[in-house]
């Protein structure tokens, strides 16, 4: 008989330990040991470093691979998983062996794991007389998908939250703290008597107190200058939707807007790139919601804005339908204070609504496609891993409270009910893989040079960084453009992306299958850069920027003015939600945009996640890359009167998890 030693290392992260036993398989070139019982108890308790011996009746060789199983014990039902971080095994022959594992190992789930230096993919090969990747991995069937009614992009299949994968779900004390943010902020309306009121608000200035004690130094910000054109213009580019504005070359022709109106030379101006333009039209025609048994209103607008000599970027004419008409008529900023102010108005709520829909699609995509057909273990597991951490959690509340038929947005927003499964799909249709790659999108939208854009300033940074480092970890363990070719599970992942993302739609221009190691790269990149920043950027100003109801109502209660001259205060504030709407979704705004204390940043990756030294030096720049943009974003901000702050490496989540 011959001995290893075995010694087995838990996580300090919270629900990690485990009294549970466990049982162990060795392999090795030469054979491999029974399936060992390692005593539970307190050996695999949180942060344990266990040792223990698993005797075989002769050496099986070289290690190349180690099987984990985890048996459940009827006195603990609620002990369904455990996080060891590594294993490492000290053969007879005095030869140590190290599995990093960092991954959540589920009752009676038989895993395995690759040790370090071993080459995965001839290691495989060998193993099982050269039969490919595909072979050995068949789908996993615990990541099937869900194909909606609508067009819109599929999503994990589960008729219940029980039904999603345990190592999907928050840990115990995530899901704690998000119960806890969200049951302190309807408390607090309910305090104040808020969420039931179908009261108009007399005073504007009475919304102040409402979330009074939660507010930001940007919603106190937007609180003071949220009536400014130039504020306005502002958020076009780096409020939480920056990515409707582009350059304008030409009018369209049903905004007929005359050089007379606004005081400029259009065509001179439009030359000189000095107009933009912003076009709601994907809310055209969307059949408004009924909230409290009073239809809604949801316009679509189109917003004509000027590049002033200063650099300031202000509003210059506002049309609140597609269609121009005598009763619909187009504003400017020489209009009354409240027909101006009035539908400025239209156009926040229309950008609540426009935006509001389009943040957590893809990122499930990505994660059901990885989690489906890619092994732990392979390079792309090993890379994406960390970026679709608890977006199936995190998606499956949000088409359960936030847009199912008795959801949140139905109850606030404009666009509930009906309009938002129709936006949905308007949305699905209009995307393309070159809005989701910012240098692109930012080119044809023609916005390479408008001044003040931090979120594209910003953004194209991360990105180059993000790429950086992603081609450095593919070109290692891909070498030539064949070996992307051959790999079958690389090439699975894709394709199931573009039926089920992207519904084999060819004019998305989403790759169905990659036939160099650049296409992976990019794509890989774009799906980080997407889980990741672009969220960040889109969702963590919410209540920033929404944390005063009149700057991003949800929904609006009155027709816009047909007539101009008969809008005033009175009429606005009718306007406007009533008191228990305003409250609802200002606080479902706060719980959206709200920081987790548990919130793993871009970056961070546990120690002993990649198992080579070449991985781990890129990962080393790629942390020092980050950290140096986010001295140079922090510098920035100090000169800046509203900050921007959410492509900041720092406050950057890896993955979508709010």
């Not at 409270?401 to 949305?427: F, N, T, V, W, Y």
């Not at 949800?554 to 606005?572: H, I, Q, S, V, Y």
């Not at 719980?591 to 002993?608: I, T």
């Not at 974003?633 to 709010?658: F, Q």
């Amino acid at each position: 008989m011959v001995d290893y030693e075995v010694t087995i290392s838990t996580s300090f992260l919270d629900d990690a330990g485990t009294s549970d036993n466990v049982f162990i398989k060795l392999v090795g070139f030469d054979g491999e040991s029974e399936h060992t019982k390692l005593e539970g108890g307190s050996s695999f308790a949180r942060g344990a470093v266990s040792r223990f011996t698993v005797s075989c009746p002769a050496s099986i060789g070289k290690l190349f691979q180690i099987q984990l199983y985890k048996q459940p014990l009827p006195e603990f039902p609620e002990d369904s998983k455990w996080l060891p971080t590594k294993v490492v095994v000290k053969s007879p022959e005095g030869d140590t062996y190290k599995f990093p594992i960092c991954r959540w190992i589920n009752d009676c789930e038989l895993a395995s794991f690759t040790e370090e230096r071993v080459d995965i993919k001839s290691t495989v090969e060998c193993e099982v007389n050269e039969r490919n990747w595909g072979e050995i991995s068949p789908p996993d069937d615990r990541y099937s998908w869900h194909d909606p009614e609508e067009e819109i992009p599929h999503h994990i299949k589960a008729e219940c939250f029980e039904e999603l994968p345990d190592t999907d779900k928050f840990s115990f004390i995530k899901t704690a703290q998000f119960a806890y943010t969200l049951g302190t902020g309807l408390l607090e309306i309910k305090l104040k008597r808020l969420s039931n009121s179908k009261e108009t608000w007399a005073d504007i200035d009475d919304i102040k107190g409402v979330f009074c004690s939660k507010q930001t130094d940007i919603s106190a910000y937007v609180q003071k200058h949220w009536k400014e054109d130039a504020f306005f213009g502002y958020q076009y580019l780096n409020g939480v939707n920056p990515m409707l504005i582009r350059r304008c070359s030409a009018l369209p022709e049903n905004f007929p807007v005359t050089d007379r109106k606004v005081s400029l030379s259009l065509t001179d101006e439009m030359q000189k790139g000095n107009i933009f333009l912003c076009d709601y039209k994907s809310l055209d025609g969307l059949e408004p919601n009924t909230i409290d048994e009073k239809k809604q209103y949801l316009m679509a607008p189109l917003v004509l804005l000027h590049k002033t000599p200063d650099d300031r970027l202000m509003p210059i004419a506002i049309q609140l339908k597609q269609t121009p008409a005598a009763n619909h008529p187009i504003f400017y900023p020489t209009d009354s204070e409240y027909d101006w102010l009035t539908a400025k108005i239209f156009v926040r709520g229309a950008d609540f609504n426009e935006h509001q829909l389009n943040v957590h699609l893809l990122p499930e995509v990505f994660a059901v496609s990885l989690l489906r057909n890619v092994p732990e273990g392979h390079p792309l597991y090993e890379l994406l891993e960390h970026h679709t951490r608890y977006t199936l959690h995190i998606n499956y509340l949000a088409r359960d409270k936030l847009i199912s038929e008795d959801g949140i947005i139905k109850q606030i927003a404009a666009s509930g009910g009906d309009g938002m499964k129709e936006l949905l799909k308007r949305s699905t249709a209009s995307l393309t893989y070159s809005s989701l790659c910012i240098h692109e999108d930012i080119a044809e939208r023609g916005l390479e040079d408008v001044p003040n854009f931090h979120y594209r300033d910003d953004g194209l940074k991360l990105w180059d960084i993000i790429h950086r480092f992603v081609k450095g970890m593919l070109s290692f363990y891909y070498r030539t453009d064949t070996m992307v070719q051959s790999d079958p599970l690389v090439q699975r992942w894709i394709l199931d992306i573009f039926e089920h993302g992207f519904l084999s739609n060819a004019g998305t221009r989403i790759p169905q299958s990659f036939t160099t190691v650049d296409e992976l790269v990019k794509f890989v990149t774009m799906v980080i850069f997407t889980c990741s920043a672009q969220h960040s950027a889109v969702n963590s100003g919410q209540f920033d920027y929404g944390g005063w109801m009149p700057n991003a109502p949800t929904t609006l209660r009155r027709a816009p003015p047909t007539t101009k001259g008969t809008t005033n205060e009175d009429k606005m504030l009718k306007t406007l939600p009533d008191q228990g709407t305003t409250a609802e979704g200002m606080a479902a705004m706060w719980l959206l945009s709200r920081p987790s204390k548990y919130a793993v940043f871009l970056g961070q990756y546990d120690d002993d996640h990649f198992k080579r030294e070449i991985p781990r030096q890129l990962l080393k720049a790629f942390k020092g890359e980050l950290q140096v943009l986010s001295a140079q974003i922090k510098i920035r901000n100090k000169n800046l009167e509203v900050p921007y702050t959410y492509l900041d490496p720092d406050v950057v989540e890896n993955s979508l998890s709010l």
